[in-house]
Each structure stands twice: as C-alpha cells, then as structure tokens.
C-alpha cells in the first residue's frame, strides 16, 4: 500500500529570510578589530617577520630600521602600535628598547578571531 | 687534576645587536596585510559575527543592514573586501546576495599568521 505524504507548501509571500542574531556587541567589536588593525599593515608585518626570525627571537629597535627602509621615529611608532595590540613585548636595555613576540600573541589572536568567526 | 678554562672577553666595543634577518619581503608582506586589514575594522568584525552565528551559517545581505544601522551599498562595500580576502563566500540566489564564513577562513588567517609570526 502507498502512502501519500502531505506536501509541506512554500508560502510564496515568506521574506526571503530569517534575520539573524545581532552578533558581536560595538564596543567588542572594536576591540576586536584593533588587534587586527595592527596586523593590517605590510611594514608591521615585516616588522613582526624580522623578530620573529631573530636569531634570539629578540630584536634591537637599532636593527630594525635599516632593513624596512625607514626613520627610528616611525618604526618606533608602528612597535607602539604592535605592543599595544599585545602583539610584542617591549624591554629597555640601556641605550635600546628590544622588542619580542609577546608569548600570548597568538592566543590573543586566536581568542578574537573566535569571537569574531565562531560565536554561536 | 683541575683543568682551567679560558675565559670567553666579552669585547667592550661590540655592537648592541646582531643584524636580523631581512624578514618577509614586501610584496608577501603586503598580501598578509590585506587579509588582516579586511578584519581591521569594528563594522566587518561584526558582520562577521552576525554571519557565524546565523541559524544556517548563511546571511542574506537584506539581513546585516539593520543590525550594523548602514546602507545595503555600505555593507555591500564591507562585504565586498572581506570576499577578497577570502574570509566569506557570496551566492547570489535570485535577488539577494548570501554570505557565510569561507571554510577555509581561519586556515587563510592561520597561514598568514605562520608567515608573521613563526618564521625562522
């Protein structure tokens, strides 16, 4: 014997869609993409690359200038930027600020990037 | 019987550091910064989080206006960059335009972050 089963109808004038959650609250956002923005930048990524390839995994501010082509001031200004994102650590010795990955810098990056691509 | 060992002098004149390595080269550092700059920014990082968390991983572009308060062309734009990037797939399905995450997107970012962070 045959069973018919009913047809579930599509209401022709259904929105095309559910609306989703809201998602991330602003300010978290923010924070979010601050970390992210540090990265978003070819001479901090070489800057980044240049440490972490250090033969110490610590650089002088002293070498780091000459291999991206610019002033002390201004790669000065892109560390700020990386050691606020968490990204490095910074240590004065003497004359010389040193820089080194943070050892959380890719947890801190991960932990965003959870929040931003795996909140459900 | 004790066997003396020479003394290693640490010359006084030696410079601060040792040169570094040159780091990334500036056309790989630029392409990893594109793919953070896409999440460098509060608006993509929560339209990102409204496409995560979508009942089926999937938003229609008529949904993540409302909850950003922007123009369809605004978010369109946002949108626009994180498909580059490749951190969001586009099907266009009769009028509107759906998003979800790229399942390749933290692999794009981890990979980038590899070429950042872990080089040696």
Known sequence: MTTLLPLIETPTDAPCCT???GGLDPE???TIARTFKALGDPTRIRLLS???AAPDGDAC???LTEPVGLSQPTVSHHMKLLAEAGLVTREQRGKWAHFAIA???RGTIDAALDLALDLR
Chains 1, 2 share one sequence.
Do not use: F, H, S, Y
């Open 19 to 21: 609306p989703g959650a």
């Open 28 to 30: 978290r956002a923010a």
């Open 50 to 52: 240049i440490i972490a």
């Open 61 to 63: 501010i002293c070498d």
């Open 103 to 105: 050892p959380d810098a």
